[in-house]
Structures are given as C-alpha cells and as structure tokens.
C-alpha cells in the first residue's frame, strides 16, 4: 500500500527552465509535507516543507504548492541549474502522533541540461 | 560538528552471518530512525526511537532488531542475513517531533549492503 506516490520516475529539463516534480498521497491524516533532494553516494537533504494548512510555500528557486482536495503537491523550481540534478523524494507526516516518522514517495530523478 | 554518521559504508555478507550497522549523532537530537532504501524505491523506515531506551518497529522491522542505550547512539542489528535485505540503509536523526511544524531529520551517508 503506497500511500506516497511519486509516478514520474524521470524528468530532464534545460537549464533556466522550470522544473515541476509532482506527489500525490492516499491517506488524508497527513498533515505535514516535505520535499527531500539526494546526490549519489550521500544522504537526503531536506528542501523544503509545507504544513496542510497553507496551499503554498516558498522558499528561493523553490516553491511547494499542495491541494488538498486532490491530494496532490508538487514542487517547482525556478530557474532550473545544473546543480539541481539529483532524486527528489517527497514525504508525508502525521505530525502530533507519529513521532516525526515520514513515509517516503519513491523520488524522481532529475536531470537540468547545460 | 560531524552531524549522523555511519559505519561501515559498505558491506558485502554471506547469507546466514549477522552484523551490526551503526549510527552515531552528535546534535543532542532524541528522535532517530533507521530507514532503507531499494532501487528505484522510497525509504522504508525499520525501527524508530524517540529516547534512549525506547524504540518501536516501524513498516519493515523483520530481521531487524535495534538498541538506544545513549542518546548519540542507535545500531542495526541483522540476525541471519538473507538476499532481501540487500539495500542501502540510512540512519536519520531530529530534535523532536513539533507540534505543528516536522523537525528537520538529518540524514548520514547511509550504509551499503550486499547479502550474497
């Protein structure tokens, strides 16, 4: 039961261009999102999060959206570098009774083009 | 300030031996987590523990088991290695669970295993 799902294994985009990296979740308890970036050989970094009170959050190149009647968020970056090529996963919380576990989607690999 | 780190960085093992992964943070943090990773495929989270003494299972604790005798240290031990277990696991760390925001979980480097 995959209740994060990211469907897009893959995105490559240019340079300069937006990136938009999308997750859907199943289980409406989630109250808190993340987005987590990973480079080989390391382990994920936390990027960027929003709570399911707002629908939007931004922070630099990065921007979180999330609709919560679709079940659905995604994550834009604006303008795309070539520093950005890594595997975005995104993840779910359900923040007072889970102890700070998350559940995982299963990342989408990034590639920004010169 | 060394952040999690992990030991070894890679392990190869004959199905049947047993060793321990271990994870040490030195940010003070009370929550931490075991997760492992299959290719192509999100973490999975084993064993959590919210403070030294306490730990639960999380979604995939079979074969798994794991200690918190102090607040830097949390190993994985596997007893009985078997060919599923080959993955990539990775210890995380986070201050506490908050109220109404997640505490950042720091990530180590993880831990490669290859059970043959």
């Known amino acids: 039961d995959q209740q994060v799902k990211q469907n897009s294994p893959s995105l490559s985009v240019q340079e300069g261009r937006i990136s938009i990296l999308n997750c859907d979740y199943t289980n409406s308890m989630f109250d808190y999102f993340l987005w987590y970036k990973k480079y080989p050989a390391e382990g994920p970094t936390f990027l960027i999060s929003?709570?399911?009170?707002?629908d939007k959050n931004e922070d630099g190149r990065f921007t979180v959206f999330l609709n919560k009647s679709a079940k659905h968020l995604s994550l834009h970056i604006v303008p795309s570098q070539p520093g950005d090529s890594a595997v975005y996963f995104c993840?779910?919380?359900?923040?007072?009774?889970?102890?700070?576990?998350?559940?995982f989607g299963q990342g989408t690999i990034l590639t920004v083009h010169p | 300030n060394a952040g999690v780190t992990q030991t070894p960085k890679f392990r190869i093992l004959k199905i049947g031996q047993s060793m321990t992964l271990q994870c040490t943070q030195d940010m003070n943090h009370n929550y931490m987590y075991w997760y492992r990773q299959d290719p192509g495929m999100g973490l999975k989270l084993i064993y959590y523990s919210v403070g030294a003494g306490i730990t639960d299972k999380g979604e995939v604790p079979n074969g798994y088991n794991v200690s918190r005798s102090t607040t830097e240290d949390f190993p994985l031990r596997l007893e009985l290695a078997a060919p599923s277990q080959t993955s990539v696991y990775f210890c995380?760390?986070?201050?506490?669970?908050?109220?109404?925001?997640?505490?950042?979980?720091?990530f180590g480097p993880g831990t490669r295993l290859l059970v043959l």
């Open positions: 995380a760390s986070t201050r506490g669970g908050g109220a109404t925001y997640q505490e950042t979980q720091y």
């Open positions: 993840a779910a919380s359900k923040l007072v009774t889970s102890y700070g576990k998350l559940t």
């Open positions: 929003i709570s399911s009170i707002k």
